[in-house]
C-alpha cells in the first residue's frame, strides 16, 4: 500500500502525517519501507502474535 503526502503548503502547514491505522487479519511479521522525497528510507518491523525473524 501506498501513501502519498498532501502537496498542498496550505493544508496543516504543508506538514502530512498518517493519522489512521492498519487492520491485520492474522499472525505475522508485519514490515515496512517509508521513503521520503530526498531519497532517504527507513524501514522496520513489528510482531502481530508471532515473532519477527531477526534480520540478515
Request: with cysteine; glycine share 8%; net charge positive.
Amino acid at each position: 500500500m501506498r501513501f502519498k503526502a498532501c502537496r498542498s503548503r496550505h493544508f496543516n502547514h504543508g506538514v502530512s502525517q498518517f493519522d489512521g491505522g492498519f487492520v491485520v487479519s492474522h499472525k505475522q511479521c508485519v514490515r515496512f519501507l517509508v521513503t521520503t522525497p530526498n531519497g532517504r528510507s527507513y524501514h522496520g518491523q513489528f510482531p502481530v502474535a508471532a515473532r519477527c525473524p531477526p534480520r540478515t
